[in-house]
C-alpha cells in the first residue's frame, strides 16, 4: 500500500475526501516535474522580478533601532511587492503551475483578501477564471480588499457557514474542487492543507529567505541571530525562516495572533492554546475541544484568524528549532502604531505581530545582535479597522 | 463473516444515514427503531463535527444544530448502547464522522468503546486509501470495518482500494459534496462494474440521491443505496415528530429497490 506523503515528523499527510485524491497526486507529479524545470523557473523568476518587483529590500529601521536600543533591526520589506503582501510569491508560482497543468479556473481562501487579491491578479495576468471564498464577518472587515479582487475581474463568494471566517473559507474551497476538478486549480495560499500543498508553497515562499540571507551577508558580513515573523497558517514564517534552518545559530520565533489573550477563548494562538489533530488535510496542531471540535477562534487580524498552522511549523515545534510566541490584539495594534510613526511604514495587522514582539525582544538584546523581521504586507487595507478600534469611524 | 455482509444478504439493502443529535438524541434513537421496522438494512449514524468539509448545507447545518444542542461523542456512545439494549434495534450500524473525532477522542479508546456498544463499521470521509492504516490497524483489533469510498475519480485506484476494502463499499455517486441533485450524470453502471471487478465486498452507492425513482435505477447496478440529506431534511421539517414522517419515508425506498 503507499505510504501517507508528505510528513513533517509525525505532522502532515492527505486527509481528504477520495474524490480529490487523484487531483492532489496530479499535482504533485506535475509539481516534481516542473520545479525542476529550467524553463519553468526562468519564467517564474522573470514574473517575480518583473511584475511582482523582487527582490524585496532588506532595509534597515535605523531609528526603530535606537529607539529601542538593542539588537540592529532590518525589516524584509515584503509589504512592498505587487498587491502588498508576500502572498504573490506563492500565487504567482502556482498560477503558472496550474497554467503548465492546462486548467483554465483558479479558486482560493483568503482571510484579510491578501491571498484572494494575489490570486484575483495572478489570474487576471493569465487571462484565468478566478473564484475566491471569504468569510462573510472578513468580507465586512476587509471591505477595501473584497473590492479590489472584483475590480481584478474575481468572483467573491462570502462564506456564511461556521463561524464565516479563514477556516470557514478554506472549508467551502476544498467543498468547491470537489465538485469542479477538471478545469480548476486550488490555490491554496498558506502552507497548509494536504500533502504537496505544504511543500509547493513553501517552496515558493523560500524566496524570502533566500534573498534576506544574501541581503544580510552582504550588508553585516554574517548571518542574523533572530528572525521573526508573523505565523497564522504560516507561510510568511515558513518562507522566512526556510533557508535558515540549516543554521543553528539564527533563532527563528513565529509570532501567533493571542487575539484578546491565550487565557481566554478569544485567541487564535495554535501553538500556545492547541493540541494535535486532524483537519484541512493535515495532521498538526489545532485549537479545538475536548471532543476535536474545531474551536471558534479569534484575532483582529483577518489574516491570522485560524484554528490551525502548518505542519512543517509543527514540526519546528516539536523539535524546538523554532519558537512560537503569542501576541495580543493591544500589543499589535500599538505596533501597528509604532511603526508608522517611528519609521513611516505601516505593516498589515498581521506582520504588526511580529513587529510587537520585536519590540519585547529587541531591547533585552546586545547591540551586535541582528534581528530580521519579516513585513508580511502593507497595512492600508487595516487602516479603517484600527481607526475602530481605538473608537474613530472613518469612511474608507 | 463481517456483521456488516448481513445487510447485503436479502435483497438490495436501503441505508438510510441521520444525523445524530439534531434535534436530539431520543429522537435520533426514535428514528433509528422506525428506519429498521421499515426495512433499513443498514444504519449510519453521523458524529456530528464543527467543520465537515465533505457535507452539502443540509447535513452541514443539522451538525451545527446537533452541536449547539449539547450533542458529543459519549452521548452518542450512550445513546448506540441504548438502541442495542432496551430499544432493540439488531441491524448493523456504522458510525459516519470525521478523522478529528476519532483521533481526538484517542483512536484505541474510541473503537474501544464503540465495539462495546455495538457498531459495525467506520465511514471517515477525510481518510483516503493512503492515510487509513493508523485506524484501520486499530479497527481490526475490534471487529469493526472501516469502510472505503470510491468516487467518479478514483479511476485507476480503484482496484487498489477495492482489494483491501471491508463490510461494504461506499461508492460517491458524484463529484462534490452530499446534498440532494435532481440529475446523476456519472456512469454508474460503469463505476460499479469497475467496483465489482475488483473486489466480492458488497457495495452501496450514495450521495445524491433522494427519490424511489433514483434509488430503483441505483439499485439496478449496486448492492444498496444510501441516502443522507433527504432524510436530514424531513428531520429538521418535523423536528420530534420526525420518527414516523422517517419511518415512511423509509419505507417508500426499501419498496422502490426490492
Redesign the interface.
Given at each position: 500500500?503507499?505510504?501517507?506523503?508528505g510528513r513533517f515528523g509525525i505532522h502532515g499527510?492527505?486527509?481528504?475526501?477520495?474524490?480529490?485524491?487523484?487531483?492532489v497526486i496530479e499535482l504533485e507529479e506535475a509539481y516534481n516535474h516542473y520545479k525542476n524545470d529550467p524553463e519553468f523557473n526562468k519564467e517564474l523568476t522573470e514574473l517575480l522580478n518583473e511584475y511582482a518587483g523582487r527582490p524585496s529590500n532588506l532595509y534597515y529601521a535605523e531609528k526603530m533601532t535606537k529607539d529601542l536600543g538593542g539588537a540592529k533591526i532590518y525589516l524584509k520589506r515584503e509589504d512592498l511587492n505587487h498587491t502588498g503582501s508576500h502572498k504573490i510569491n506563492n500565487v504567482l508560482g502556482q498560477a503558472l503551475l496550474a497554467k503548465k497543468m492546462g486548467k483554465t479556473r483558479l479558486i482560493a481562501e483568503t482571510g484579510a483578501g491578501q491571498h484572494g487579491v494575489a490570486t484575483a491578479t495572478a489570474a487576471a495576468l493569465f487571462g484565468m477564471e478566478c473564484v475566491i471564498f471569504m468569510g462573510k464577518v472578513d468580507c465586512e472587515r476587509q471591505a477595501l480588499n473584497v473590492y479590489r479582487m472584483k475590480l481584478l475581474g474575481a468572483d467573491v463568494v462570502p462564506v456564511t457557514?461556521?463561524t464565516a471566517t479563514l477556516?470557514?473559507a478554506v472549508?467551502e474551497c476544498?467543498?468547491e474542487w470537489?465538485?469542479?476538478?477538471d478545469d480548476t486549480h486550488y490555490c491554496l495560499g498558506s502552507v497548509m492543507g494536504p500533502h504537496p500543498f505544504p511543500t509547493i508553497v513553501r517552496d515558493f515562499q523560500a524566496v524570502i529567505s533566500r534573498e534576506s540571507k544574501a541581503q544580510v551577508f552582504e550588508k553585516e558580513g554574517r548571518l542574523p541571530d533572530y528572525v521573526l515573523a508573523c505565523c497564522g497558517g504560516g507561510s510568511n514564517a515558513i518562507g522566512s525562516f526556510y533557508h535558515y534552518i540549516e543554521n543553528e545559530g539564527v533563532n527563528l520565533i513565529g509570532c501567533e495572533a493571542a487575539g484578546r489573550g491565550i487565557d481566554t477563548f478569544e485567541t487564535a494562538a495554535t501553538i500556545n492554546t492547541g493540541?494535535?489533530?486532524?483537519?484541512?488535510?493535515m495532521k498538526s496542531y489545532?485549537c479545538?475541544d475536548?471532543?476535536?471540535?474545531?474551536a471558534p477562534v479569534y484575532s483582529i487580524s483577518a489574516g491570522l484568524d485560524y484554528p490551525g498552522i502548518g505542519p512543517e511549523h509543527a514540526m519546528l515545534h516539536d523539535t524546538g528549532r523554532a519558537q512560537y510566541v503569542a501576541i495580543t490584539d493591544d500589543e499589535a495594534v500599538n505596533a501597528f502604531e509604532y511603526l508608522s510613526r517611528t519609521e513611516g511604514i505601516i505593516p498589515a495587522i498581521e506582520s504588526a505581530h511580529a513587529v510587537a514582539y520585536a519590540m519585547k525582544l529587541a531591547p533585552t538584546l546586545p547591540k551586535d545582535k541582528i534581528m530580521v523581521i519579516t513585513i508580511s504586507g502593507r497595512g492600508d487595507k487595516d487602516c479603517a479597522a484600527i481607526a475602530r478600534y481605538r473608537g474613530e469611524n472613518i469612511n474608507e | 463473516m463481517s456483521n456488516i455482509a448481513k445487510a447485503f444478504e436479502n435483497g438490495k439493502a436501503f441505508i438510510p444515514f441521520i444525523t445524530c443529535g439534531d434535534p436530539d438524541l431520543d429522537t435520533t434513537a426514535k428514528c433509528v427503531v422506525e428506519m429498521q421496522k421499515a426495512g433499513a438494512s443498514l444504519v449510519e449514524l453521523g458524529i456530528p463535527?464543527?467543520?465537515p468539509?465533505?457535507e452539502?448545507?443540509v447535513i452541514?447545518e443539522a451538525s451545527?444544530r446537533a452541536?449547539e444542542g449539547g450533542c458529543?461523542?459519549?452521548k452518542v456512545f450512550e445513546m448506540v448502547a441504548k438502541l442495542r439494549g432496551e430499544m432493540g434495534v439488531t441491524i448493523p450500524m456504522v458510525f459516519m464522522t470525521?478523522?478529528?473525532?476519532?483521533?481526538?477522542?484517542g483512536i484505541e479508546r474510541f473503537c474501544k468503546k464503540a465495539s462495546e456498544v455495538g457498531i459495525d463499521g467506520f465511514i471517515l470521509?477525510?481518510?483516503?486509501?493512503?492515510?487509513k492504516?493508523?485506524f484501520d490497524s486499530v479497527c481490526k483489533q475490534y471487529g469493526i470495518d472501516l469502510i472505503s469510498?470510491?468516487?467518479?475519480?478514483?479511476?485507476e485506484?480503484i482496484s487498489?482500494?477495492a482489494k483491501?476494502a471491508s463490510g461494504f463499499i461506499y461508492i460517491?455517486s458524484s463529484?462534490?459534496?452530499t446534498g440532494v441533485r435532481s440529475n446523476i450524470t456519472t456512469d454508474i453502471p460503469s463505476l460499479c462494474a469497475a467496483v465489482k471487478a475488483a473486489t466480492d465486498v458488497p457495495c452501496a452507492i450514495g450521495f445524491g440521491i433522494s427519490t424511489p425513482e433514483q434509488a430503483a435505477a441505483m439499485s439496478k447496478s449496486a448492492d444498496g443505496v444510501i441516502v443522507g440529506s433527504a432524510i436530514v431534511k424531513i428531520v429538521a421539517q418535523y423536528g420530534k415528530d420526525a420518527p414516523e414522517q422517517v419511518g415512511a419515508y423509509v419505507k417508500s425506498m426499501v419498496d422502490a429497490i426490492k
Amino acid at each position: 500500500m503507499p505510504d501517507s506523503k508528505g510528513r513533517f515528523g509525525i505532522h502532515g499527510g492527505q486527509y481528504i475526501p477520495e474524490t480529490l485524491m487523484n487531483a492532489v497526486i496530479e499535482l504533485e507529479e506535475a509539481y516534481n516535474h516542473y520545479k525542476n524545470d529550467p524553463e519553468f523557473n526562468k519564467e517564474l523568476t522573470e514574473l517575480l522580478n518583473e511584475y511582482a518587483g523582487r527582490p524585496s529590500n532588506l532595509y534597515y529601521a535605523e531609528k526603530m533601532t535606537k529607539d529601542l536600543g538593542g539588537a540592529k533591526i532590518y525589516l524584509k520589506r515584503e509589504d512592498l511587492n505587487h498587491t502588498g503582501s508576500h502572498k504573490i510569491n506563492n500565487v504567482l508560482g502556482q498560477a503558472l503551475l496550474a497554467k503548465k497543468m492546462g486548467k483554465t479556473r483558479l479558486i482560493a481562501e483568503t482571510g484579510a483578501g491578501q491571498h484572494g487579491v494575489a490570486t484575483a491578479t495572478a489570474a487576471a495576468l493569465f487571462g484565468m477564471e478566478c473564484v475566491i471564498f471569504m468569510g462573510k464577518v472578513d468580507c465586512e472587515r476587509q471591505a477595501l480588499n473584497v473590492y479590489r479582487m472584483k475590480l481584478l475581474g474575481a468572483d467573491v463568494v462570502p462564506v456564511t457557514s461556521g463561524t464565516a471566517t479563514l477556516k470557514d473559507a478554506v472549508s467551502e474551497c476544498m467543498r468547491e474542487w470537489t465538485t469542479r476538478i477538471d478545469d480548476t486549480h486550488y490555490c491554496l495560499g498558506s502552507v497548509m492543507g494536504p500533502h504537496p500543498f505544504p511543500t509547493i508553497v513553501r517552496d515558493f515562499q523560500a524566496v524570502i529567505s533566500r534573498e534576506s540571507k544574501a541581503q544580510v551577508f552582504e550588508k553585516e558580513g554574517r548571518l542574523p541571530d533572530y528572525v521573526l515573523a508573523c505565523c497564522g497558517g504560516g507561510s510568511n514564517a515558513i518562507g522566512s525562516f526556510y533557508h535558515y534552518i540549516e543554521n543553528e545559530g539564527v533563532n527563528l520565533i513565529g509570532c501567533e495572533a493571542a487575539g484578546r489573550g491565550i487565557d481566554t477563548f478569544e485567541t487564535a494562538a495554535t501553538i500556545n492554546t492547541g493540541k494535535l489533530g486532524i483537519f484541512h488535510g493535515m495532521k498538526s496542531y489545532f485549537c479545538q475541544d475536548e471532543y476535536g471540535q474545531i474551536a471558534p477562534v479569534y484575532s483582529i487580524s483577518a489574516g491570522l484568524d485560524y484554528p490551525g498552522i502548518g505542519p512543517e511549523h509543527a514540526m519546528l515545534h516539536d523539535t524546538g528549532r523554532a519558537q512560537y510566541v503569542a501576541i495580543t490584539d493591544d500589543e499589535a495594534v500599538n505596533a501597528f502604531e509604532y511603526l508608522s510613526r517611528t519609521e513611516g511604514i505601516i505593516p498589515a495587522i498581521e506582520s504588526a505581530h511580529a513587529v510587537a514582539y520585536a519590540m519585547k525582544l529587541a531591547p533585552t538584546l546586545p547591540k551586535d545582535k541582528i534581528m530580521v523581521i519579516t513585513i508580511s504586507g502593507r497595512g492600508d487595507k487595516d487602516c479603517a479597522a484600527i481607526a475602530r478600534y481605538r473608537g474613530e469611524n472613518i469612511n474608507e | 463473516m463481517s456483521n456488516i455482509a448481513k445487510a447485503f444478504e436479502n435483497g438490495k439493502a436501503f441505508i438510510p444515514f441521520i444525523t445524530c443529535g439534531d434535534p436530539d438524541l431520543d429522537t435520533t434513537a426514535k428514528c433509528v427503531v422506525e428506519m429498521q421496522k421499515a426495512g433499513a438494512s443498514l444504519v449510519e449514524l453521523g458524529i456530528p463535527f464543527s467543520d465537515p468539509t465533505a457535507e452539502g448545507p443540509v447535513i452541514m447545518e443539522a451538525s451545527l444544530r446537533a452541536l449547539e444542542g449539547g450533542c458529543t461523542t459519549d452521548k452518542v456512545f450512550e445513546m448506540v448502547a441504548k438502541l442495542r439494549g432496551e430499544m432493540g434495534v439488531t441491524i448493523p450500524m456504522v458510525f459516519m464522522t470525521y478523522a478529528n473525532v476519532v483521533f481526538s477522542y484517542g483512536i484505541e479508546r474510541f473503537c474501544k468503546k464503540a465495539s462495546e456498544v455495538g457498531i459495525d463499521g467506520f465511514i471517515l470521509p477525510d481518510v483516503p486509501y493512503e492515510e487509513k492504516n493508523e485506524f484501520d490497524s486499530v479497527c481490526k483489533q475490534y471487529g469493526i470495518d472501516l469502510i472505503s469510498l470510491i468516487a467518479p475519480t478514483s479511476d485507476e485506484r480503484i482496484s487498489m482500494i477495492a482489494k483491501e476494502a471491508s463490510g461494504f463499499i461506499y461508492i460517491v455517486s458524484s463529484l462534490g459534496v452530499t446534498g440532494v441533485r435532481s440529475n446523476i450524470t456519472t456512469d454508474i453502471p460503469s463505476l460499479c462494474a469497475a467496483v465489482k471487478a475488483a473486489t466480492d465486498v458488497p457495495c452501496a452507492i450514495g450521495f445524491g440521491i433522494s427519490t424511489p425513482e433514483q434509488a430503483a435505477a441505483m439499485s439496478k447496478s449496486a448492492d444498496g443505496v444510501i441516502v443522507g440529506s433527504a432524510i436530514v431534511k424531513i428531520v429538521a421539517q418535523y423536528g420530534k415528530d420526525a420518527p414516523e414522517q422517517v419511518g415512511a419515508y423509509v419505507k417508500s425506498m426499501v419498496d422502490a429497490i426490492k
